[in-house]
Every structure is written in C-alpha cells, then in structure tokens.
C-alpha cells in the first residue's frame, strides 16, 4: 500500500530520498522534448490571433494553477504550527517570471508585450527546458504527487510556450532580445535582493544559491569574505549570455533550415 497520496505535502512523507532521474522522470523528460517540437512544428502555421486567444486563456489558467499551488502549500503550513513560509513560498523566483510575462504577452501590446516575449523565448525557454530536467521539486516529493507534477508541469509549460512561439513565428529573436529579455529579471530583482538580504532567503538564487552545487560554494566563500552582494551581480548579468545563447542558437537553425530548404 503506498504510504502518501497524491496531495500529501512533503512534511508528511517518510523514507524518501529523491525521484529525481527514476525511471518515471526520464520517460517524461523525453516525452516534454519530443512532444514539445513535434506538435510545434504541426502547428507551426497557426494563425497569429489564434496565439494570442491562446496566450490570455493560458496565462489565466497559470496564475490559477499558482494561486492553487500557494493555498495548497499554506494549508500544510499553517495547519501545522509553521506559519506562512513567507521565506520561500512567494512568487519572488526567475521561473515566476513565466507567470507574469505570459500575462504581459496575451494582454498588452507594443513594447511591454515584446519584453515579455523575449523573456519567454529566451530565459523563459531555457529555464524551463532545465528544469524538466533537473526538476528539484523530486528532491522533496516522489513523482507521482502534486508537488512534483506541479514543478513538472510549469517547466514543461515555460519549454513548450517558448518553443511555440518561436516555431509558429510569432515571435522573432534578433540580439536586441538579450536586453528585452533582461529587463523583467531586474525588475524582479528589486523586490528579491531586498528579501533575501533582510530575512536571508534565496529568491531568484541570488543569496546562496540553494540547490546548485557550484552557486553555493561561489556564494558562500564571497559571503565568507563580505563580498555577497558580488556573487548577487554576477548571478543577475549571467543572464545576458545566456540569452545571447539561445538567440545564437535560434539563428543558427534559422540559418541551416534556409540553407536546407533551397
């Protein structure tokens, strides 16, 4: 008899290491990749205003998938003496940026709609493909519970929108998305740097870089050293070359599918 059920919140299960890399998550792994180009690549002549109904239903039904989420995790917390984790349950963290420019996306327009378009088709997308990978939510919960389908399926979300996006050409990347796209993780940064450096929390990963090995030891010795608010900067310009690359990258195939299809 299985000793959880699907909603049990991490407190309540016992003798459990991690799913990460079972046999279930890498199924699924290969199942968000391939399904995610496949059925791009079928839809890829969607028509522009189709996308963009697409984008307003979607972006209501993951601000509702977060809200549940929150009340979910709050329940476990406050019915257990804990209180509302004030230090790691908000909305504060860079994938949470999927939330608020996908709303930005369907329902603005003009340059606010291209920032967050460029957010998503760049940080967005590769964020989210990493983090079906390298889902930490398994690190706390086993594969088939609400926690770990709720990490899952928002990666899965943020991969699979980018990748539409860009197929369907909806959105075309150029060199000056590096810096659209940077503009929702500084924006954010002014609510996380001021969190984490009061109550010493880790929104964004720009305090001590929890649950990534390397960011923690970087994080650590400058924090040792007084020089924290280094490891702070560096965290938040990583994210220029990163967008440089998946740029880079989409040119590249732009490019060679030209090429192929003379």
């Given at each position: 008899m299985c000793p959880y059920n699907f909603f049990d919140y991490k407190y309540n299960i016992d003798n459990f290491s991690s799913d990460l890399f079972c046999p279930a998550h890498i199924a699924y792994i290969v199942l968000v990749y391939v399904l995610g180009f496949a059925v791009s690549f079928l839809l890829r002549k969607t028509k522009r205003e189709r996308i963009t109904v697409f984008l307003k239903v979607f972006s209501v039904l993951m601000v509702l998938f977060e809200l549940t989420k929150i009340?979910?995790?709050?329940?476990?917390?406050?019915?257990?003496?804990?209180?509302?984790?004030?230090g790691g349950l908000l909305p504060v963290y860079t994938c949470s940026l999927f939330i608020y420019t996908l709303l930005f996306a369907g329902w603005s327009r003009g340059r606010v709609r291209d920032i967050a378009l460029a957010f998503i088709t760049t940080i967005g997308l590769l964020y989210g493909a990493i983090g079906v990978v390298y889902c930490n939510g398994l690190n706390f919960y086993p594969f088939w519970t609400f926690g770990a389908f709720y990490s899952l399926f928002f990666h899965a979300a943020m991969f699979v929108t980018g990748v539409f996006l860009l197929m369907t050409g909806y959105k075309k990347l150029g060199w000056k998305d590096v810096f659209l796209s940077f503009i929702p993780i500084a924006l954010l940064a002014l609510i996380a740097i001021p969190l984490d450096y009061a109550l010493k929390t880790d929104y964004m990963l720009i305090y001590s870089g929890g649950g990534v090995p390397i960011y923690e030891d970087i994080a650590r010795k400058l924090g040792e050293k007084g020089l924290r608010f280094i490891y702070t900067a560096l965290m938040l310009v990583t994210h220029l070359p990163l967008a440089a690359a998946v740029i880079g990258a989409y040119k590249l195939i732009r490019l060679a599918s030209a090429k192929s299809s003379r």
């Open positions: 009340s979910w995790e709050s329940y476990y917390d406050i019915t257990t003496g804990r209180g509302f984790n004030y």
